[in-house]
């Protein structure tokens, strides 16, 4: 009978916080509109794609191997040939002047190399001044000249700026792999699960508790025999189902619309996900614990978010950090998440793999939920 | 729960918020059956002293029992037992008046015939049977706190804390929230209300006179009166504020006290003073409709109280 | 010239009525007291006359000002306090001032003097550093009164302004009013304290959007009651309440404060018959009198 009233009490709260959110228009549009406004933000906006970048091309040998070449890499889609140009001089006044992003040069000899099957080598110039489109730009250059001279080119990249490099033109060495044509799409949807996932429990349920504070309600429940652990769950179940379907809409989206393929297994995307709320939740019950007014749970949670875009290698890979941010990146659950997420995605990861990443959101989990149910009090102070 | 004769009994029960404190080592005992009245300045500690009793926020020192239970170590048991209206209003605004009774009947685990039945009374006497479908947002004033006092009856609670419930509301649905806890008081119900209005501290059966923390005087209505100074006499006069004037200066007045065309004034010896005031008046031309010896009233107790108090600090 | 008039102005909201054809005036340097029930049209009306609302129909001038159309010169001349008082809590009090001194152009030598005379009028010397946050309802309700006057208004527009506040705080403040009134400010006010309305020198009840009665506390008193009061003291009232309901013989039948009061056409006839019922049923009847009726039972009889 105990526990029948308990489900009793947890699911009133539960589906008062649905007509809640039904009868609030404003909540509705940030669970339906944000993820899909982030998606095509990400998707498309914020895309290091490489698509139709201006390209210089300075073929001296003039036959109908370096016409076949310079054809490929128009025929890529990475690259438009804007500019045929008779110096070396011209390649780097366009770089420098913006009106080019990469050039391309085919010396005398390369079909007479070719033809005598040697290693014929054309030279390929990127503009590095930004490093994600030039990465890509690069590895795409490869793959369409069949080269290997990426490793190469990047360690001359690494100085920045305009720098000559050298592609060897023959064999196929360089291969991308999951990703074969480096569409960041298949990166960024993937990822955006883990974020919005986040953004929306952290956000909404630090909102909802404040909003009983705020409006005074909250004096009201703690009057009555709802103990805090039952509160703080009826007031959560709402959102993570949200959560659950933003998540779906967004799989949906991405595959139909996105066209990112999903190699793993989609019900363990869903249990893992379930894991990594554990400590969105916390967070956001950590905040509504703080928080007097909603404006502050929405700015406070907010202050959560910035770290787990930035620190958690959804934006910027984390090998790439200096060490402290990347020490730091290790007590962000998106961070594991993301490698989760990812990897049942685009390399259709299972459990074996990710057993390390489980553990870590499980053990922050834990941490991050229990201290929100202790600092948690059902009075007011 | 006790069969005690006594339902709250609080002992040197103090709150701090940091430097101020709220309540100052605060000791009461209300009895089975009565309207306790709290009334007080704003900022004297009428809600801190509510919320302390109703365990909805911890003292900083002393204690308290509620219907037996220790307020800081089974508050569980006291929110069970009692109703507790805050003076906000706290209900959901954007749920219908039925989906709020409801959410309050789950809480409360009322179910079943029990909770149809105690619903349906609880809307006849709040008169709010045919706005069952309305939001909360959408009554007046009145009836907003008629239905947050209906979602406080909820469970059937023997003792009642509401705090200011008819602040703000006209007198009309002032009058019926009083007819329905004059009606709740003689089904057995305790009450501890508070108010800023005088009239309704008349209707309690003992009241409580609270001043920067402290209950500084605990009587009924009656004992409250005579501790006025003196002995009071009304004036009905279209020039109140000229008589006013003029009685303060007449020796053997103790206090003068307006309300709209009719002033108050306390006298040593009603008897005597009264002639002496009359042609004061005549004399400097003020018309005067009625001079007579009144019973004061709690308001004219409350006033020459505080008045006192804080001419002495 | 009177400070206000209006000429049937109403105002609806969709389908429903929320002022309905109100015609008042208010003589120059009068407190008039504006009465009726939660959601009766009290604020809306105010929010037209103040141009903060377009009535859908009528019209209504401040001071010969139209309030559809001159809001500006309106705006110079009245002053407002809203229910909930719109200081800021995080400012200190000398602040708030300062921030509706300048929003209301009132500057410099002009504003310090301001100051100074409202920080003496509403008794907060020695608190000007303090937070709002931190005063109590009736020092907050002071100082709100000290902002809307800031910039000198003529008219002056409260709406409950003493809701919540104790008696000896409502005291104060309407002292405060009468310093105004006698200073020749017009104070059109809205109040749930039958004791404030008898106050008042000039008085509307409106009901549903629809003025019902107007004119001074004893000609309303004099002309709107239906019947005679009468007053009875016995004990218990909550037993005698439902008994003198129960005989219907009268309209109404109310506590008030611990005595009731009944009413009805020839009250005075039925003062027997009302002794015996009680006496009957057990209540120990100490006085019945017939009395003259307060604003209170008025306000009652006309709105029932």
């Known amino acids: 009978m105990r526990f029948l009233h308990v489900l009793i009490r947890i699911f009133a709260i539960m589906r008062k916080e649905f007509i809640h959110i039904r009868r609030d228009p404003r909540t509705l549009a940030i669970v339906i509109i944000l993820p899909i406004f982030q998606l095509i933000i990400f998707g498309y906006a914020v895309t290091s794609d490489v698509k139709h970048l201006p390209l210089a091309v300075f073929d001296q040998d003039r036959t109908?191997?370096?016409?076949?070449?310079?054809?490929?890499?128009?025929?890529?889609?990475?690259?438009?040939?804007?500019?045929?140009?008779?110096?070396?001089?011209?390649?780097?006044?366009?770089?420098?002047?913006?009106?080019?992003?990469?050039?391309?040069?085919?010396?005398?000899?390369?079909?007479?190399?070719?033809?005598?099957?040697?290693?014929?080598?054309?030279?390929?110039?990127?503009?590095?001044?930004?490093?994600?489109?030039?990465?890509?730009?690069?590895?795409?250059?490869?793959?369409?000249?069949?080269?290997?001279?990426?490793?190469?080119?990047?360690?001359?990249?690494?100085?920045?700026?305009?720098?000559?490099?050298?592609?060897?033109?023959?064999?196929?060495?360089?291969?991308?792999?999951y990703n074969p044509n480096m569409r960041s799409a298949n990166y960024m949807v993937p990822a955006l699960i883990g974020l919005i996932l986040q953004t929306l429990t952290a956000l909404l349920t630090a909102v909802a508790i404040v909003r009983e504070r705020e409006q005074g309600t909250l004096e009201s429940l703690i009057v009555t025999p709802i103990r805090s652990v039952e509160l703080v769950l009826g007031k959560i179940v709402p959102y993570v189902v949200l959560a659950f379907m933003d998540m779906?809409?967004?799989?949906?989206?991405?595959?139909?619309w996105f066209h990112v393929p999903i190699n793993g297994s989609v019900t363990l995307l869903l249990a893992l996900a379930a894991l990594f709320l554990m400590s969105s939740l916390g967070i956001g019950l950590l905040v509504s614990s703080a928080a007097r007014t909603q404006q502050e749970a929405m700015m406070m949670a907010f202050f959560t978010i910035l770290p787990s875009v930035f620190l958690s290698g959804f934006m910027f890979p984390i090998a790439s950090m200096p060490p402290v941010l990347q020490w730091l990146s290790k007590v962000i659950p998106l961070t594991y998440f993301l490698v989760i997420d990812r990897g049942i995605v685009l390399k259709g990861n299972g459990m074996d793999i990710l057993l390390p990443q489980v553990t870590m959101l499980t053990v922050l989990g834990v941490i991050i939920l229990s201290l929100a149910v202790l600092r948690f009090r059902k009075r007011l102070e | 729960m006790t069969d005690s004769p006594i339902v709250v009994e609080a002992d040197r029960l103090s709150r701090r918020f940091g430097p101020i404190v709220a309540v100052n080592e605060l000791s009461l005992t209300v009895a089975r059956g009565e309207i306790f009245g709290l009334i007080g300045p704003d900022g004297a500690g009428?809600?801190?002293?509510?919320?302390?009793?109703?365990?909805?926020?911890?003292?900083?020192?002393?204690?308290?029992?509620?219907?037996?239970?220790?307020?800081?170590?089974?508050?569980?048991?006291?929110?069970?037992?009692?109703?507790?209206?805050?003076?906000?209003?706290?209900?959901?605004?954007?749920?219908?008046?039925?989906?709020?009774?409801?959410?309050?009947?789950?809480?409360?685990?009322?179910?079943?015939?029990?909770?149809?039945?105690?619903?349906?009374?609880?809307?006849?006497?709040?008169?709010?049977?045919?706005?069952?479908?309305?939001?909360?947002?959408?009554?007046?004033?009145?009836?907003?706190?008629?239905?947050?006092?209906?979602?406080?009856?909820?469970?059937?609670?023997?003792?009642?804390?509401?705090?200011?419930?008819?602040?703000?509301?006209?007198?009309?649905?002032?009058?019926?929230?009083?007819?329905?806890?004059?009606?709740?008081?003689?089904?057995?119900?305790?009450?501890?209300?508070?108010?800023?209005?005088?009239?309704?501290?008349?209707?309690?059966?003992?009241?409580?006179?609270?001043?920067?923390?402290?209950?500084?005087?605990?009587?009924?209505?009656?004992?409250?009166?005579?501790?006025?100074?003196?002995?009071?006499?009304?004036?009905?006069?279209?020039?109140?504020?000229?008589?006013?004037?003029?009685?303060?200066?007449?020796?053997?007045?103790?206090?003068?006290?307006?309300?709209?065309?009719?002033?108050?004034?306390?006298?040593?010896?009603?008897?005597?003073?009264?002639?002496?005031?009359?042609?004061?008046?005549?004399?400097?031309?003020?018309?005067?409709?009625?001079?007579?010896?009144?019973?004061?009233?709690?308001?004219?107790?409350?006033?020459?109280?505080?008045?006192?108090?804080?001419?002495?600090? | 010239m009177d400070a206000v008039v209006t000429e049937n102005l109403t105002k609806r909201f969709g389908g429903f009525i929320a002022v309905d054809r109100v015609n008042l005036r208010v003589p120059i340097g009068v407190i008039f007291g504006f009465l009726g029930p939660n959601g009766s049209g009290k604020t809306t009306t105010i929010r037209m006359l103040l141009g903060l609302l377009q009535p859908s129909e009528g019209r209504a001038t401040i001071l010969g000002f139209d309030c559809a159309?001159?809001?500006?010169?309106?705006?110079?001349?009245?002053?407002?306090?809203?229910?909930?008082?719109?200081?800021?809590?995080?400012?200190?009090?000398?602040?708030?001032?300062?921030?509706?001194?300048?929003?209301?152009?009132?500057?410099?030598?002009?504003?310090?003097?301001?100051?100074?005379?409202?920080?003496?009028?509403?008794?907060?010397?020695?608190?000007?550093?303090?937070?709002?946050?931190?005063?109590?309802?009736?020092?907050?309700?002071?100082?709100?009164?000290?902002?809307?006057?800031?910039?000198?208004?003529?008219?002056?527009?409260?709406?409950?302004?003493?809701?919540?506040?104790?008696?000896?705080?409502?005291?104060?403040f309407w002292e405060l009013l009468y310093t105004q009134a006698a200073a020749g400010v017009t104070v059109f006010v809205t109040t749930h304290y039958m004791d404030e309305a008898e106050q008042c020198q000039a008085l509307a009840f409106i009901h549903r959007g629809k003025i019902v009665a107007q004119g001074s506390p004893a000609e309303i008193k004099a002309q709107q009651m239906r019947g005679q009061v009468l007053e009875i003291a016995c004990q218990p009232t909550a037993v005698a309440l439902p008994i003198l309901k129960g005989l219907a013989l009268f309209e109404e039948v109310a506590l008030y404060g611990a005595r009731l009061h009944a009413v009805a056409e020839n009250a005075a006839a039925l003062m027997p018959r009302v002794e015996a019922a009680l006496t009957a049923a057990g209540v120990a009847v100490q006085e019945i009198t017939p009395i003259p009726p307060s604003l209170e039972d008025v306000f009652i009889s006309r709105i029932r």
């Open chain 1, 64 to 177: 109908a191997a370096s016409r076949a070449l310079i054809e490929a890499y128009r025929n890529s889609g990475y690259f438009d040939i804007a500019y045929y140009v008779s110096t070396h001089d011209e390649i780097a006044y366009l770089i420098d002047a913006g009106l080019a992003r990469a050039g391309l040069t085919i010396p005398p000899g390369y079909s007479n190399r070719l033809a005598r099957r040697e290693q014929a080598e054309v030279s390929f110039i990127i503009d590095g001044s930004d490093p994600t489109i030039a990465n890509t730009a690069l590895a795409s250059a490869s793959a369409i000249g069949q080269a290997h001279g990426a490793e190469l080119l990047q360690t001359a990249l690494r100085r920045g700026g305009t720098l000559p490099g050298l592609l060897p033109g023959v064999e196929v060495r360089t291969r991308v792999w």
């Open chain 1, 248 to 256: 779906i809409l967004i799989l949906v989206v991405g595959t139909y």
């Open chain 2, 46 to 313: 009428k809600t801190t002293v509510l919320r302390l009793l109703a365990a909805v926020m911890p003292p900083s020192s002393g204690q308290a029992r509620v219907l037996g239970f220790d307020i800081r170590h089974q508050a569980e048991r006291i929110r069970q037992a009692i109703g507790y209206m805050p003076q906000k209003f706290s209900l959901y605004a954007d749920l219908t008046v039925i989906e709020n009774l409801n959410f309050f009947a789950d809480l409360f685990n009322v179910r079943g015939a029990r909770r149809h039945q105690r619903i349906a009374e609880l809307l006849a006497f709040s008169r709010l049977a045919e706005f069952t479908e309305r939001r909360a947002a959408a009554l007046s004033g009145g009836m907003q706190k008629k239905l947050a006092l209906a979602c406080a009856l909820i469970h059937n609670p023997q003792v009642i804390f509401l705090d200011e419930p008819t602040t703000g509301v006209d007198p009309i649905s002032r009058r019926e929230f009083w007819d329905i806890l004059s009606s709740l008081h003689v089904q057995g119900a305790t009450i501890i209300v508070s108010t800023p209005y005088m009239d309704e501290a008349e209707r309690c059966s003992r009241v409580g006179l609270m001043y920067e923390g402290r209950i500084a005087e605990c009587d009924t209505p009656d004992g409250l009166r005579r501790l006025t100074p003196g002995e009071l006499l009304a004036v009905w006069t279209p020039q109140v504020m000229q008589a006013r004037r003029i009685a303060a200066a007449l020796p053997g007045v103790l206090e003068v006290q307006t309300y709209g065309d009719l002033l108050h004034v306390f006298v040593h010896d009603a008897a005597a003073i009264a002639p002496q005031l009359a042609q004061a008046l005549a004399a400097a031309g003020v018309p005067v409709t009625e001079i007579k010896r009144a019973q004061p009233r709690v308001e004219e107790a409350f006033i020459s109280l505080i008045v006192g108090r804080r001419a002495a600090t």
């Open chain 3, 69 to 172: 159309a001159e809001t500006e010169a309106i705006r110079r001349r009245a002053g407002y306090m809203s229910q909930r008082f719109s200081l800021y809590d995080e400012l200190t009090v000398v602040e708030n001032l300062d921030f509706y001194g300048h929003t209301y152009g009132v500057v410099g030598r002009r504003l310090a003097e301001r100051k100074r005379f409202i920080l003496e009028l509403a008794g907060l010397k020695g608190r000007e550093k303090e937070l709002t946050r931190n005063l109590s309802g009736g020092w907050k309700q002071r100082l709100a009164l000290g902002v809307a006057i800031l910039h000198e208004p003529q008219v002056l527009f409260l709406d409950e302004p003493t809701a919540g506040v104790d008696p000896v705080s409502r005291r104060q």
